[in-house]
């Protein structure tokens, strides 16, 4: 096992160097650079610049110069925060996004998982029927739309919950709700479908023939092979929400880290898109391999070797 | 990454078994009756038509154009009742004449008609009517029973009722009017950018499947590769390439949402061309194009149009996101997308800012999930 999670991880290298390498040029080769101001400065500060920055140097160079830092675990300096480096600004933002979208992530799990297993144990009744309903509900509508009505039923109308911010108790209530809603309709809707395949196949009927009791025969043989769907499909979606919702992050105003792709981008924060670009990748190369390794132990047909 | 593509022939298991003498019903029709069967999926088609046609012919008949500007009616709420508010017409009357620099009677608010006696030094300059029709609520603005010495008269103007059933903006813009507007674009961007991906994916993954081996694996590898990169990335870097422009919105989704679609094709590619009718096609000598066009690619439209119905709201869902994000189309021209970020940002003190176009993207995606739902119920009901 110990070998397969190193030979896993050896081949997420070449995959992340491509990425690094398409995101550099890419991010190079756009018009405008991280010091173009509305405002003319003087030719001498920009050489300045540019110099502190490594920028005066021919791109091949700058590119192997980035590589090796990152080997080094270095993201380099911010552009436009000129105070930070991006190893600092992830330092701050990635606890505050890793913590919104982990509870978002569990409670999705929970809830989503109890839901859809109800639904599938009493198909075609009013309980399948509301649980559909509101899964198809939270599926379809959109996070920046669910975002701003909550803050304005919590926050505004009955100020039950902070409407935004960060810090104050509470503040965490809404950001995670719009976060795990959709997640937990659709955690709901594979468990529900797998369930209700699972519930007609041989393993369970000889396991209830045997004269199981029923919570047995449920939680120990159906909703392993049950959730096995869940597992696949929550693996890249935690690493997603980890790394940061930009709209939840935007309209709540939380300091997290989903905001500085896109502000980066915008800047030519070439620095700290990519350093976006790195931590993103590296969440998902290490969720598909949990992902694998639960699977591993979740299905006994699966082996690694 | 690579999953098993569900390998379900969509012909397969509709024939229709009524004997033989029974006329045959073919795939489409069969799926016909049993998308007319599924009240969801009719009720959404319905609505779909209706918020199409209000999107299209909409912002023609609407009473207000979407880009004109009410100073005098700015954050006015949501109302059935017809702008101005009686209790406004005095105010709004001598406020504006006021700057006139004359000596006003009392106003008098007869039905339509706003009128008050005028009188000044000098003989009353014709221009002042200015004033009042700079105004958003008067129209037909004229002096009557003007005097000998013309220093005195009686001030007229009609009153413009104007109807904001949804409410106006921060700039003093129709709500109902950006909302149809919005409805057209971003029902325009879905359907394009769906037809892209729809091109582009169909015609890489059925290359990809038919001619498999190395070709095929790398292909797949740079679509993997692609699917890696955020999306939001692409589409940054393309605005700012080529600037923001509503044809680029629509290539950028197109372009990120191909990926699904050429997985799905490549499967289905995968299964098809190991079948008799495609190695006869072979055996006579047909070109690979052809073989392409002619057989393997109308065999893959079953999941290929049902993907594609589901494609449509993330398409739309995608440019409010870009919208949301100021990345979308600019003003004055508007989105769904940019009307419910505009409401987020108004929620206290203007709330139906954000809940007209909310109510009105929700409906477009729940239709469109419901029709997308009911349109893979009836052309693949093994996939239920």
């Known amino acids: 096992m110990l070998l397969y999670v190193l030979r896993r991880f050896a081949s997420a290298v070449p995959t992340l160097f491509v990425i690094v390498t398409i995101a550099f040029f890419m991010l190079r080769l756009a018009p405008g650079g991280p010091f173009d101001l509305e405002r003319p400065i003087d030719p001498l500060i920009i050489e300045n610049l540019k110099r502190a920055f490594n920028m005066d140097k021919p791109l091949p160079q700058q590119y192997m110069l980035y590589l090796w830092n990152l080997l080094h ?5 911010s552009f436009t925060r000129r105070d930070f ?3 600092d600004l992830f330092r701050f933002g990635l606890p505050v996004s890793v913590q919104i979208g982990g509870t978002a992530i569990a409670i999705a799990l929970v809830f989503g998982t109890v839901l859809g297993s109800l639904a599938a144990l009493r198909q075609n009744s009013w309980v399948d029927y509301s649980v559909v309903g509101v899964a198809t509900f939270g599926i379809t509508i959109p996070p920046f739309v669910v975002a701003p009505i909550l803050s304005l ?3 505004v109308y009955f100020g039950w919950l902070p409407a935004g911010g960060w810090g104050a108790p509470g503040s965490m209530v809404l950001p995670v709700a719009t976060l795990a809603l959709p997640q937990m309709a659709i955690v709901a809707r594979l468990t529900r479908g797998a369930t209700i395949e699972v519930l007609r196949s041989n393993h369970i009927r000889t396991a209830r023939a045997y004269g199981l009791p029923s919570w047995v025969v449920l939680y120990v043989h159906t909703l392993r092979a049950s959730i096995l769907p869940v597992v696949s499909y929550l693996g890249p979606t935690a690493a997603a929400l980890m790394t940061g919702s930009v709209v939840v992050e935007t309209i709540f105003g939380i300091p997290g880290i989903g905001r500085y792709f896109v502000q980066g981008a915008l800047g030519r924060d070439y620095t700290l898109v990519m350093g976006t670009v790195v931590v993103i990748a590296v969440f998902v190369v290490v969720f598909n391999l949990i992902v694998d390794i639960l699977y591993a132990y979740l299905d006994p047909r699966v082996r690694y070797d | 990454m690579t999953e098993a593509p569900n390998i379900v022939p969509a012909a397969a298991g509709i024939a229709p078994a009524d004997g033989e003498m029974a006329l045959g019903r073919s795939l489409f029709q069969d799926a016909w009756r049993r998308l007319r069967r599924n009240r969801a999926a009719v009720a959404s088609a319905v609505v779909l038509v209706v918020l199409a046609l209000a999107g299209l012919i909409g912002p023609m008949v609407a009473p207000h154009s979407y880009d004109r500007i009410y100073p005098q009616y700015v954050r006015v709420p949501a109302s059935f009742e017809a702008y101005p508010k009686e209790d406004d017409i005095v105010p709004a009357f001598e406020s504006a004449l006021a700057r006139a620099r004359i000596t006003i009677g009392a106003t008098e608010v007869n039905g339509n008609t706003v009128s008050a006696p005028i009188s000044d030094d000098e003989p009353l300059d014709p221009r002042i009517t200015r004033y009042l029709d700079r105004s958003d609520l008067f129209s037909n603005v004229r002096i009557d029973q003007l005097s000998a010495d013309g220093r005195s008269g009686v001030m007229l103007a009609d009153v413009s009722r104007l109807q904001f059933i949804f409410g106006t903006d921060n700039n003093g813009r129709d709500l109902l009017a950006r909302i149809l507007i919005g409805i057209r674009i971003s029902l ?5 950018a769906s037809a892209m ?4 994916g169909v015609t890489y993954g059925a290359i990809a499947g038919y001619y498999g081996g190395k070709i095929d694996s790398v292909m797949m590898r740079i679509v993997d590769i692609f699917y890696s990169l955020p999306f939001i990335f692409f589409v940054i870097l393309l605005v700012v390439f080529f600037g923001r422009s509503f044809i680029l919105i629509f290539i950028a989704i197109g372009a990120t949402e191909w990926l699904d679609m050429s997985r799905i094709v490549r499967g289905q590619t995968l299964t098809l061309k190991r079948q008799e009718f495609v190695q006869a096609a072979e ?7 052809g073989i392409l066009k002619r057989h393997i690619i109308p065999n893959t439209l079953g999941p290929v149009v049902v993907y594609a119905t589901l494609l449509i709201p993330k398409a739309i869902l995608l440019e409010s996101l870009l919208s949301f994000l100021g990345l979308g189309v600019q003003e004055p021209l508007t989105s769904l997308g940019l009307l419910i970020s505009e409401g987020a940002e108004n929620i206290r003190g203007a709330t139906w800012l954000l809940i007209f176009p909310a109510v ?15 349109l893979r119920d009836a052309l693949d009901p093994k996939d239920r």
């Not at chain 1, 675990?73 to 300096?77: K, Q, S, V």
């Not at chain 2, 993207?361 to 469109?368: D, E, G, K, Q, V």
């Open chain 2, 188 to 192: 325009a961007i879905g359907v394009l």
């Open chain 1, 73 to 77: 675990g270095d993201l380099g300096p």
């Open chain 2, 283 to 289: 055996a006579l000598g047909a070109t690979t194009s």
């Open chain 1, 85 to 87: 480096t991006v190893n």
């Open chain 1, 153 to 155: 039923i919590f926050g």
């Open chain 2, 360 to 374: 009105t993207l929700t409906m477009i995606l729940f239709a469109l999930n419901f029709l997308g739902d009911g």
């Open chain 2, 197 to 200: 991906a729809l091109v582009l």
